[in-house]
């Protein structure tokens, strides 16, 4: 793989992920929400779901999940319901001031990695990126130079690991302003509801063509 396709696949990585979309929005809410730690946490899941995205790619299994319309369906129909489970978990959670956010406060372990896990799942039951991927690095692969599955790979891990920078950005300034909005005690109720607008676009993205 030349120098010239690594930095051209980067600068359109980079151009796709930085621009407006359900991903951003959920680091965003997530980090406004709970803290930058959290923010955080959702950025790694999202971003470690990308390298299950390139696997499936590199070995052909993307191309041939597509082919089979019910399998693509029921793909969707698990992230459907997965998302409307932590629909209803916000919409049930007590509204309460902003606390994880404050510097010296404890940040449980357990909910930090639920946040990672959290990410990481919505990611995977995500079958828009598996098309996203289809669509994207074919371009970029070249089999005269060589393993085309390592081809993919190397594509797989830019594209993760610019998202997962860009992801981490987004969630620390985000996390900053959170401070702001503890001065409202129904601050939470309303990142909640935020929330959810964000899981409700994220199913509407997931159907739409």
């Known amino acids: 793989m030349t120098l010239e396709t690594i930095i051209s696949f980067f600068l359109t990585s980079l151009a796709l992920t ?5 991903d951003i929005m959920y680091v965003l809410s997530t980090s406004l929400a709970k803290g930058k ?12 779901g990308l390298l ?10 993307s191309t041939l999940i597509v082919a089979i319309p019910w399998l693509f369906i029921a793909i969707k129909v698990f992230g459907t319901l997965y998302l409307l489970r932590i629909i209803y ?11 994880v956010s404050v510097d010296h406060a404890p940040i449980s ?3 930090v990695f639920q946040q990672v896990q959290q990410g990481l799942i919505m990611n995977i ?4 990126i598996m098309l996203f991927f289809l669509s994207l690095f074919p371009s970029f ?14 594509l797989g891990s830019i594209f993760m690991l610019q998202a997962l920078i860009v992801f ?6 985000s996390g900053y302003v959170s401070k702001f909005l503890m001065k409202n005690k129904y601050v939470q109720g309303y990142m909640n509801y935020f929330q959810i607008a964000i899981f409700i676009a994220l199913i509407v993205f997931m159907w739409i063509k």
């Open 37 to 48: 730690q959290f923010g955080i946490a959702t950025a790694i899941g999202l971003s470690s």
């Open 18 to 22: 930085i621009s407006p979309g359900p």
């Open 109 to 111: 372990r357990t909910n």
């Open 52 to 61: 299950f995205h390139t696997t499936l790619l590199a070995f052909g299994i």
């Open 89 to 99: 978990l916000l919409y049930k959670a007590p509204i309460e001031p902003i606390a």
């Open 141 to 154: 692969l070249h089999p005269e130079l060589g393993n085309i599955k390592m081809q993919v790979y190397t």
């Open 125 to 128: 039951l995500n079958p828009k």
């Open 168 to 173: 981490c950005l987004i969630a620390v300034l």
